[in-house]
């Protein structure tokens, strides 16, 4: 992989900017610029048809300055140790920058999922599970979901480190089914989130929210919530796509129905979906439709020097962790196109995470419309800090948001010191 698209470079060079403008001591810098834990495992995993099969995964703890670590768990043939180790730094900056009590983890198995069974992947779950507990507790390292892990995979592993300790630990993990201590609003959160940046941009911008023309990459729970939201608030979504390619209507897709048809395939993939007026294109031309807002909601790496002097959006809001490579980042800036940054957007869900651990220590639940209302004013206040600090700084956002986080991060770190 080259330095351009190695995540982990990548986040190293975002974190390197926003130290040399913050001036932090040289000694700081070694410490942030780098994971704390890395935990590498390889573990065998019974398939049905009797063999054993060996499998990698990875638990990175970035920053514990300022409290437990939080960060989600993915499942993909493309994870590995650099792209985890970028997830990590990104949580750490991005529970600052929304300013909760944690640091930033991230984990990850190398598996393509779509190829086992679902018993095949509750063993792969529970022994991962098993091999990183060393490193999980309430009070140490909390996971949640990310790509391809959803609430079930999350209740396996709550019941998993509960067998272990013999009494039930819901705040082991969040993201998990309402029914064993999940949150109210937390499958929504993170898309939840995207459409209020979505809005709040609108509104500073003095853009009308109603017939924005809005395309998104990526159909699952990001990207379709995120859908689903804007549609609702007044928006047209004109452009999907997900791993089987892109739909296109320039009138206005059928999200709903895009939504009913994957939830009733496996993956929830739009692989078949079809409508009148409806245009199959491929991905990369989807990222390249004229729209007033763009969304990518699916992995890293999407928006590249190669792509980004194509981009026709206006306005480009992140769902997704690390979609828009530093390269990419300056020619959309030269052109003008404003970009909510990955740390703040996509934070709906690790803040809502952070409401499930808290109602699952304290063992008392808050209803959707606490959970709503909180969700609204912790990310519309981090958004408003970062809008007025770009402003005043004539900076983008994106540098604007690591100057927040990373400053609070190592406010942190000093004020603890160094021990011994
Ligand atoms: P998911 O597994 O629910 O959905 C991923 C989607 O991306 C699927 O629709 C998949 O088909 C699509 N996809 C995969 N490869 C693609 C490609 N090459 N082109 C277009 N689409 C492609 O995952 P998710 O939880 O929605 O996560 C999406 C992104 O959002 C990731 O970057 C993740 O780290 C980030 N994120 C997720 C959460 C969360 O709460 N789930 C929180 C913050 C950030």
């Not at 493309?78 to 909760?100: F, G, P, Q, S, Y």
Request: aromatic share 6%; net charge negative; proline share 5%.
């Amino acid at each position: 992989m080259s330095d351009q698209s190695n995540p982990f470079h990548i986040a190293q060079q975002q974190f390197d900017t926003a130290a040399e403008l913050l001036n932090l001591s040289d000694n700081l810098r070694a410490v942030l610029r780098v994971p704390q834990r890395e935990l590498t495992v390889n573990f065998p995993v019974k398939m049905d048809d009797g063999r054993t099969e060996m499998f990698t995964g990875y638990r990175v703890q970035h920053n514990l300055g300022r409290g437990p670590v939080k960060g989600g768990i993915r499942y993909h043939p493309a994870v590995d140790i650099d792209e985890v180790r970028a997830l990590a730094m990104w949580m750490t900056w991005k529970c600052a920058l929304v300013n909760i009590p944690y640091g930033g983890a991230k984990g990850g198995v190398v598996v393509d999922p779509k190829q086992l069974s679902l018993a095949e992947l509750e063993r792969l779950t529970r022994r991962f599970a098993t091999e990183i507990s060393i490193l999980l507790g309430p009070e140490k390292d909390i996971p949640a979901p990310d790509v391809n892990t959803n609430a079930q995979v999350m209740a396996w592993i709550m019941d998993t480190i509960s067998m272990h300790r013999g009494y039930t630990v819901p705040a082991v993990i969040t993201g998990k089914p309402l029914n064993v201590g999940g949150s109210l609003g937390r499958v929504e959160a993170t898309g939840r989130g995207v459409s209020l940046m979505v809005r709040e941009l609108a509104r500073r911008l003095s853009r009308p929210l109603e017939g924005m023309r809005v395309v998104v990459q990526g159909f699952g729970n990001v990207g379709s919530t995120a859908a689903i939201l804007l549609e609702r608030m007044g928006c047209t979504v004109i452009g999907i796509s997900d791993a089987t390619g892109g739909y296109y209507r320039g009138t206005g897709l059928d999200i709903a129905g895009m939504r009913t048809f994957t939830d009733r395939h496996s993956f929830r993939l739009l692989e078949g979906y079809s409508a009148p007026g409806v245009e199959k294109i491929s991905g990369q031309e989807l990222l390249e439709l004229e729209c007033d807002v763009l969304i990518p909601a699916a992995l890293e790496n999407q928006i590249t020097e190669r792509n980004a002097s194509r981009i026709q959006a206006a306005l480009i809001v992140e769902g997704a962790n690390g979609p828009t490579t530093p390269g990419a980042d300056a020619i959309l800036a030269e052109r003008g196109i404003t970009v909510v940054p990955d740390i703040l957007a996509n934070a709906g869900g690790v803040i809502v995470s952070y409401f499930e651990w808290v109602q699952g220590l304290q063992e008392f639940f808050w209803t959707e419309e606490d959970v709503n209302e909180k969700l609204e004013r912790i990310i519309v206040g981090a958004f408003d800090q970062v809008w007025e600090m770009a402003q005043r700084r004539s900076i983008t956002l994106r540098l604007a948001a690591y100057l927040l986080a990373v400053q609070r991060v190592a406010d942190a770190n000093n004020t603890r010191g160094v021990y011994p």
